[in-house]
C-alpha cells in the first residue's frame, strides 16, 4: 500500500498507524490504545457452532494490556467444541494483532482483536477451525507453488413489518433501487463497518428473494467481497456476520443466513469464488482461456464435491435448498456462466475489448490487465457452514486435483455447456453424480473420503470425527422425503436452524 491507500483505509488503525494491517506489531497496538483512549479489548474467536465468542478486557494500565497481548487468556475449549473433553479442556486464545479493529457498537472505545487457539503444550491446536485452514493453504503453496485465495458472496434475508408501500414485486428483487427494496440503507451501513473492520468488499446488493409473510417483510440482500489470501477471506467473512447482526439489532430488524426459510422462495447461499496467484499473477487463465491448473483445481473439486457438504451445508434445512429448479446446484458438474451448476466460471473480461471507452466515447482506450479478475465459484456452500472448515476443504479439494492422474479427464467428463434442467438433457445429466439430499448422507461421504482431507496433516482426524458425528445427530436421511409437502413441520424446521452459522 503506498500513503495514499493508507489513509484513505476505512480501517481507522491502519490509517492512523500508516500501516497495513499485516504489518501490525504488539507496540502498535500499544500505540493505538494508549493514544485513542482505549479502555476495552475483545478477544474473539470462532466455536465449533461457527458463531463468534467474545473475551471481555477492560484496560485500566498498559502493562497490564501488554500482558494479554503477550500471554492471551485461558479459555473452556469443551464449552467450545464437541471434540474437546471436559478432561482436558484448558485451551489458550491468543490474539492476531492483523486482525484488530474498533468495535463499531461498542459505547466504551473498544479494540477487538481474532485470535488463535494454543493447546497446553503451547502448540497450535490441530483441532481448531483457524489452524485447520492455514495447514490447508501451506500444503496447497508446498504442491502446486501457488497461493491460494478465497472470497465469499454472504447472502441473508431482512425481516421487517410490512408498511405496504411500494411493494416489490414476489422473487423480483435482484439489484433492486429503493424505495422497493427497503433495506439498501441498512446494508450501506453495513459493509461501512464492515470495511472499518478491514473487509475487503466488493460490492453489495438486493438479492432476488423477496416475500411477504403473516405482515413482515424478507427482503433477501448480498454482501460480496474481493478475493485476498483464505485465511484473511474467512476472517472477514466472519466478522461480517457479526457486524450484520448487530446492526440489524440495533435497527429493531432481524436477520437470517439460514439456507431456506420458506419453499417455493429464494434459498440464501454463500458462494465461494477462489483463485490461485504466483508472483503477483492470476493463474486461472492461460492465452485468455481457462488454464491447464484451473481445470485440475475444478477436478479435484469435482472429485470430493459431495464431502464438501460436510464442511458447508450444516444443518437438515441446507439440503431444502439443494433441490433442483432453485439455483442451486443438485449434480456434480461444472460450467461456464451457468447458475445451475455446481462450480461456474463466471465472466473473467477475456474478450479483450475495451467497453468503457465504447460506452464514453471521450475516453481514450485504456490498457488494463483484467486478468486478475478470474476466478471459479463453487455454490453449493450455505450460511450453516462452519467458514474455516469449507474454505480449507476447498483448498484442499483444489490441491486435490493437482494429484490426481486423471484430473483432465475428470474436468473434461464433468464439464456441461448444457441448460441441466431441460428434459432433453436428462441423458447427459444421468451420468453425474449427485450431491448428498441429508446431513447423514454427507456424513457418509465424509467418511469415504477422509483421507484427501486428513492428508499432509490438514483436517486432524479427531475434526473428522467430530464432523461425522455432529452431522449423524441429526438422523435427517429421508426428512426432505418425508415432509416435504407438510409446510408447518418445515416451519418448525426453519425457526430451528434460523440463526445457523
Not at 460490492?203 to 440482500?221: K, T
Not at 440489524?248 to 437470517?256: E, P
Not at 477462489?274 to 493463474?283: P, Y
Amino acid at each position: 500500500m503506498n500513503d495514499k491507500e493508507l489513509n484513505m483505509n476505512a480501517n481507522p488503525i491502519v490509517a492512523f498507524l500508516n500501516k497495513p494491517a499485516t504489518d501490525f506489531t504488539r507496540a502498535d497496538i500499544m500505540r493505538y490504545a494508549e493514544e485513542n483512549d482505549i479502555r476495552m479489548v475483545n478477544f474473539m474467536y470462532p466455536g465449533g457452532d461457527g458463531k463468534l465468542k467474545t473475551l471481555n478486557f477492560v484496560i485500566t494500565h498498559m502493562a497490564y494490556l501488554e500482558t494479554i497481548l503477550t500471554c492471551g487468556e485461558r479459555v473452556d475449549g469443551s464449552s467450545l467444541f464437541s471434540f474437546i473433553q471436559a478432561g482436558s479442556s484448558d485451551l489458550y486464545v491468543i490474539p492476531r494483532y492483523c486482525t484488530a479493529f474498533v468495535d463499531p457498537f461498542a459505547e466504551i472505545p473498544t479494540l477487538c482483536m481474532l485470535c488463535s487457539f494454543f493447546d497446553k503444550d503451547g502448540n497450535p491446536l490441530e483441532s481448531a477451525p483457524e489452524h485447520t485452514l492455514r495447514k490447508a493453504c501451506q500444503a496447497f503453496r508446498d504442491v502446486t507453488g501457488m497461493e491460494f485465495h478465497a472470497m465469499g458472496e454472504l447472502e441473508y434475508y431482512v425481516i421487517f413489518k410490512d408498511d405496504e408501500m411500494y411493494p416489490a414485486i414476489d422473487q423480483h428483487g435482484y439489484h433492486e433501487s429503493a424505495p422497493y427494496a427497503k433495506a439498501n440503507e441498512f446494508r450501506a451501513q453495513c459493509m461501512k463497518y464492515i470495511a472499518q473492520a478491514g473487509g475487503h468488499i466488493k460490492y453489495g446488493h438486493s438479492e432476488v428473494g423477496n416475500f411477504v409473510h403473516d405482515g413482515m417483510v424478507y427482503e433477501q440482500n448480498e454482501i460480496e467481497f474481493l478475493p485476498v489470501k483464505a485465511e484473511q477471506a474467512a476472517d472477514e467473512l466472519m466478522i461480517a456476520k457479526w457486524v450484520i447482526r448487530n446492526l440489524a439489532y440495533q435497527y429493531g430488524l432481524n436477520v437470517t443466513f439460514a439456507p431456506k426459510i420458506t419453499t417455493g422462495k429464494a434459498g440464501s447461499g454463500l458462494h465461494i469464488h477462489m483463485r490461485m496467484m504466483k508472483d503477483g499473477h492470476n493463474m486461472m487463465l492461460h492465452d485468455g482461456a481457462l488454464s491447464t491448473d484451473a481445470r485440475r483445481m475444478i477436478a479435484g473439486m469435482m472429485d470430493v464435491a459431495q464431502s464438501i457438504t460436510a464442511f458447508g451445508n450444516k444443518n437438515p434445512m441446507s439440503y431444502f435448498r439443494l433441490v433442483p429448479h432453485q439455483e442451486a446446484p443438485t449434480n456434480v458438474c461444472w460450467g461456464d456462466r451457468n447458475r445451475s451448476v455446481l462450480v461456474r466460471v463466471p465472466l473473467g473480461w477475456t474478450a479483450k475489448k475495451d467497453m468503457s471507452s465504447v460506452a464514453n466515447p471521450l475516453e481514450a482506450p485504456s490498457h488494463t490487465d483484467t486478468t486478475m479478475k478470474q476466478t471459479v465459484e463453487m455454490r453449493s456452500p450455505d450460511g450453516s457452514a462452519d467458514l474455516y472448515q469449507l474454505i480449507a476443504g476447498l483448498c484442499v479439494a483444489c490441491r486435490h486435483g493437482f494429484e490426481m492422474t486423471d484430473a483432465l479427464e475428470v474436468a473434461e467428463r464433468t464439464y456441461v455447456n448444457v441448460n441441466i434442467h431441460d428434459k432433453a438433457n436428462a441423458g447427459c445429466l444421468a451420468q453425474l453424480a449427485q450431491l448428498p439430499d441429508s446431513c447423514v448422507a454427507s456424513a457418509d461421504c465424509l467418511e469415504r473420503q477422509r483421507s484427501v482431507f486428513e492428508a499432509y496433516g490438514v483436517f486432524s482426524p479427531a475434526m473428522i470425527d467430530g464432523i461425522i458425528a455432529d452431522l449423524r445427530r441429526y438422523d435427517d436421511a429421508t426428512l426432505r422425503h418425508d415432509i416435504e409437502h407438510m409446510p408447518d413441520e418445515i416451519d418448525k424446521l426453519v425457526k430451528r436452524y434460523f440463526h445457523c452459522g
